[in-house]
């Protein structure tokens, strides 16, 4: 029994993996840009719910459902002030220029909170569960999280494929230039795509802070987490992203089983192993 309850943490656990990596998926497959600052714009939008519940008395959720949408309309201005003119450039100087927002944030964050770990406080469900059995439970927190990671990729794929605002964004990743010549906006269009990934990381972030704590030196390592997923399951395939947060929270609570250390590593060997034998991931993206 104790291997299954570590194959249903490792699911979970690849539902919280699947909301981090999902903007990242969408901003690579739309604009071909890796987003070094993600993770700390994970943890920014963690410190800013933190921040507004503090302020405010509102539940974290509540708090939750006012970051969002900020952070969705800084990924906005952010497009279209600094990486829309970074892409002009080239690749590199969207990497330096996203590099360049992750040290800034990072060292933003720790001057105004300092370099104490926080944590929203979620009250009871913090430690309620589902008990399946007396060694198999399931946690509440991890099962809403997973059904978000799902509701949100699930939103996400009738968007891009059903309205005409996401038709065109696949359009402007697969031939810019014809998409300009029907049209598309690609500044606008690239400024939507950035918004949704910003509003898919501020919930990823959110989740994350009811579930641990966090401090402003841990983007890197988030980023780590949804770079990994984002790899095993395909790039810029958005079904690709659960799929790959899946296996790398399953091969981290499984390896667990075996040993604490082996934890992180086995992550690590398995996005190894799929940039080895299968580089395009295991769901190739058809298009964005």
């Known amino acids: 029994m104790a291997w299954v309850n570590a194959v249903v943490q490792g699911i979970l656990l690849g539902g919280l993996y699947a909301l981090f990596a999902c903007g990242l998926s969408i901003v690579f497959g739309v604009m071909r840009i890796v987003n070094l600052a993600h993770g700390d714009f994970a943890v920014l939008a963690a ?4 921040s507004v519940a503090d302020a405010t008395g509102l539940g974290p959720f509540w708090a939750g459902v006012i970051v969002i949408p900020v952070l969705a309309a800084v990924g906005y201005l952010l497009q279209r002030v600094l990486l829309q003119r970074s892409l002009g450039v080239g690749p590199l100087a969207t990497l330096l220029a996203t590099f ?7 060292n933003v964050l720790l001057q105004t909170y300092s370099a104490d770990a926080r944590a929203l406080d979620i009250g009871r469900l913090a430690s309620a569960s589902l008990r399946i059995s007396g060694q ?35 359009a402007s990743s ?16 690239y400024g939507i795509a950035t918004s949704i990934a910003f509003a898919t990381v501020a919930l990823a972030g ?23 997923a984002v790899v095993i399951g395909g790039l810029g395939s958005l079904w690709g ?30 996005f190894l192993a799929v940039l080895a034998f299968r580089p395009q991931g295991l769901i190739p993206a058809r298009s964005t």
């Not at 410190?47 to 933190?50: D, I, P, S, V």
């Not at 360049?100 to 990072?106: A, D, E, N």
């Not at 399931?138 to 009738?158: K, N, R």
């Not at 992180?264 to 398995?270: D, N, P, R, T, Y």
């Open 47 to 50: 410190f800013l719910a933190y």
């Open 100 to 106: 360049g927002l992750s040290v800034i944030i990072q």
């Open 136 to 170: 198999l439970s399931i946690s509440y927190l991890a099962l809403i999280t997973f059904v978000l990671a799902v509701v949100v990729l699930v939103g996400l794929q009738l968007y891009l494929s059903r309205t005409r605002t996401g038709r065109m964004l696949r």
């Open 174 to 189: 697969d031939d810019p230039e014809a998409a300009r010549l029907v049209g598309a906006d690609s500044r606008h269009l």
């Open 206 to 228: 959110v989740m994350f802070a009811m579930r641990s704590s966090f401090d402003p030196s841990i983007g890197p390592t988030r980023l780590i987490f949804a770079f990994e």
């Open 241 to 270: 992203t659960l799929v790959g947060g899946m296996v790398l929270g399953l091969a981290q609570t499984v390896a667990g089983q075996f040993d604490p250390a082996l934890t992180l590593l086995a992550g690590h060997v398995i």
